[in-house]
């Protein structure tokens, strides 16, 4: 499913502009919180859909996307949201049985395997710059997976999901240190909304295990 939803989605980036990609790709989080109810059977709490909703709301605020038809690229990214939660569901399901460093071996290596045809199909040599950052990718990922898994195997994927917001967060600050790229209103806006629906849900769970206490 993880395989299947990067290949949707990098195909439909050839097409949409990164705001149109990035608002629909994050309706993610909302089907994760859906399919770990009917999936997993955990209880999701209105605040967190509340959260879940809000966080969305900020998404596409601060990507402030052109009106979108049903073409073909934006059903291949719907496709990417949806696949990619059914992936996080199970892997949720799956973390609460295996070990965090089987998975993350299993997981890269079935991507391993599926893309070694196509990468020897239209391989290119890197120069050494490019070679760097291909390294420097390929640990953080690493260590961003496994992070991740662990955070599954800790915790509902309803909460877990929602965080996947601040990655736009992070995407405003390290453009604006790398590129000194200045965000519009619309991002500050949008940024406060994702930020406020993450805080939603860290108080609500300290309340909540408070009164379970």
């Excluded at 071996?105 to 391993?112: A, S």
């Excluded at 120069?127 to 690493?142: E, F, K, N």
């Excluded at 990655?167 to 240190?177: E, K």
């Excluded at 629906?197 to 309340?207: D, K, Q, R, S, T």
Aim: aromatic fraction near 12%; charge should be neutral.
């Amino acid at each position: 499913f993880t395989l299947a939803a990067w290949l949707c989605y990098y195909n439909a980036a050839r097409s949409l502009q990164l705001a149109e990609l990035t608002t629909i790709y994050y309706a993610a989080p909302i089907i994760v919180t859906v399919l770990s109810v009917v999936i997993l059977g955990e209880t999701v709490p209105l605040l967190r859909w509340i959260a879940v909703f809000v966080g969305f709301v900020g998404v596409f605020i601060a990507c402030d996307p052109t009106r979108l038809g049903l073409s073909v690229p934006v059903l291949l990214v719907l496709a990417a949201a949806v696949l990619w939660g059914i992936a996080v569901v199970l892997l949720r399901k799956t973390a609460l049985q295996e070990r965090t460093t089987i998975q993350l071996v299993l997981n890269n290596f079935y991507f391993l395997l599926f893309s070694a045809v196509p990468a020897l199909l239209w391989w290119r040599m890197p120069d050494g710059t490019q070679l760097l950052l291909l390294l420097s990718v390929g640990a953080l990922g690493g260590v961003a997976q496994y992070v991740l898994f662990e955070g599954m195997k800790r915790a509902p994927v309803s909460i877990v999901a929602p965080f996947e917001y601040t990655s736009l967060v992070w995407a405003f600050a390290l453009g604006f240190a790398i590129w000194s790229d200045v965000p519009r209103t619309e991002v500050f806006m949008g940024a406060a909304l994702i930020i406020g629906a993450g805080l939603l849900i860290v108080v609500n769970e300290h309340f909540r295990k408070r009164e379970q206490a």
